[in-house]
């Protein structure tokens, strides 16, 4: 069985960066890219925050880019999905597709989170085209327009907020006859001039056929159908951690986010380091994935110099 040094698992900011350092570590990382190498941000247009672009990148060209960079540096990029891990012991052994087996002295887990969608098929047809799950890396395209947003979490009452301060008119539409986001999310949504909250409305359809041109909405206590102009369509309704495959293997919190020790990527197995989205349901952007995924290597390399400094204590 193949035996590396440090394994990733997952291609987006989080699990390129980390190759990188590795790779610059000389832990000849290999990494393996799930089912979307890249990540979210291959179904992101135009990435305008991350830091050094000053035009602004392409989410899929950025992908390309930090993959030939980590590459450049020694990472061996592999496509396949980890299905299965064992960490009762080191080395580690991981699981792909099912079949193939690798052991691994480090495991870093960089397998992000997905934004959940209502399912419509008009969402999915004018996603990028209007439609998006993440209000900060897209709001600024919908400056002076009027848009919608699905959610009542306190990431919806934080994007609408977030929208409101570049959009003319910020319809946030709400299932149920409340909120679920704290009380002073709700406050500043509904502090927000701009931001007109509609409860007991469900969404049956986004409208428009190259981009967004309004949303049909039902309102569940009357069973009115109204169309409302909009040209952005945001969808927050939360996200889910992709971590089934490491159930009972690792801490995670009740939602299956990777539960780490504050202020480091280490989880509940000594070796095996969590970065990026799959830890994190605060920040969620790329920048902090990749600053997450920097720590996450920089600590397999400590790991793996104290475990080798101990075998050769324990050598003398
Ligand atoms: P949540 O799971 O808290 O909220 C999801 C919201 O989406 C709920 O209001 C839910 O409605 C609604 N929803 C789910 N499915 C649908 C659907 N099909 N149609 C319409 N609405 C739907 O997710 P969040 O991402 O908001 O938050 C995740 C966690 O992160 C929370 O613990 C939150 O507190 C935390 N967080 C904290 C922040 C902060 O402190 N600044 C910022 C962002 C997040 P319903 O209520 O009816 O179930």
């Known amino acids: 069985m193949e035996h590396i040094p440090c394994l990733i698992i997952g291609a987006g900011p989080s699990g390129?960066?980390?190759?990188i350092y590795a790779a610059r570590?000389?832990?000849k990382p290999v990494m393996y890219t799930g089912p979307q190498p890249g990540g979210q941000l291959m179904i992101t247009n135009d990435v305008e925050n991350f830091p050094g672009y000053p035009d602004g990148v392409m989410g899929p060209q950025m992908m390309e880019d930090l993959r030939k960079q980590a590459e450049r540096f020694g990472t061996s990029v592999r496509y396949g999905t980890v299905s299965e891990?064992?960490?009762s012991k080191r080395p580690f052994v991981v699981t792909i597709d099912g079949s193939d087996k690798i052991q691994a002295d480090t495991v870093i887990i960089s397998t992000g989170a997905s934004a959940k969608w209502l399912g419509l098929p008009s969402e999915q047809h004018l996603n990028g085209k209007g439609v998006s799950a993440c209000a900060v890396c897209d709001g600024f395209f919908f400056r002076g327009q009027e848009v919608a947003i699905v959610g009542a979490g306190d990431t919806a009452c934080e994007e609408a907020h977030?929208?409101?301060?570049?959009?003319?008119?910020?319809?946030?539409?709400?299932?149920?006859?409340?909120?679920r986001a704290s009380k002073i999310m709700q406050q500043r949504v509904l502090n927000t001039p701009n931001i007109e909250v509609l409860f007991n409305t469900e969404t049956l359809e986004v409208l428009g056929s190259e981009g967004v041109t309004g949303v049909r909405v039902k309102n569940s206590a009357t069973g009115a159908v109204t169309d409302i102009p909009v040209t952005g369509f945001f969808v927050a309704i939360g996200h889910q951690p992709n971590t089934a495959f490491l159930k009972g293997w690792l801490d995670m919190d009740d939602q299956g986010y990777i539960k780490t020790v504050p202020g480091t990527t280490q989880t509940s197995?000594?070796?095996?380091?969590?970065?990026?989205?799959?830890?994190?349901?605060?920040?969620?952007?790329?920048?902090?994935?990749?600053?997450?995924g920097c720590m996450a290597a920089l600590e397999a390399e400590r790991f793996l110099a104290a475990v080798e400094s101990e075998h050769a204590i324990d050598a003398l």
């Not at 390129?16 to 190759?19: G, K, P, Q």
């Not at 959009?167 to 539409?173: N, S, W, Y």
């Open 269 to 292: 197995v000594p070796g095996v380091f969590a970065a990026g989205d799959v830890q994190d349901q605060i920040y969620r952007q790329a920048v902090t994935a990749a600053g997450t």
């Open 162 to 179: 977030y929208l409101s301060k570049m959009c003319k008119k910020v319809t946030m539409l709400v299932r149920r006859d409340e909120f």
């Open 85 to 87: 891990v064992d960490f």
């Open 25 to 27: 570590a000389e832990l």
């Open 16 to 19: 390129y960066t980390a190759a």
